[in-house]
């Protein structure tokens, strides 16, 4: 499990580095005001658009799960 970890760990080091230096909030909670009501939740990852911009934000919600049914509940929520 150890070097499993250490290979994720390092896979996503050698993809992502660049967002860790963007990262603007962790775990944060959010909420968005729309005409029909209120959509809330809490994001993994918030980013912003390059070091010291303030322009818009990214929110990364991270998927980790692998059973077969994944992909219809991943499409269902992000589409929500």
Known sequence: MSGAARRLVTDYL????????????????????LEAGSLAGRA??????????DGPLAIVDYRTATDACR???YRLQLAV
């Not at 050698?14 to 005001?33: D, G, M, N, S």
């Not at 993994?44 to 911009?53: F, N, P, Q």
């Open 71 to 73: 992909e219809e509940h």
């Open 44 to 53: 993994d990852v918030i980013l912003t658009a390059k070091e010291g911009d």
């Open 14 to 33: 050698t993809r992502y580095r660049e967002e860790l230096e963007r990262v603007w909030a962790t775990e944060r909670p959010f909420e968005w005001r």
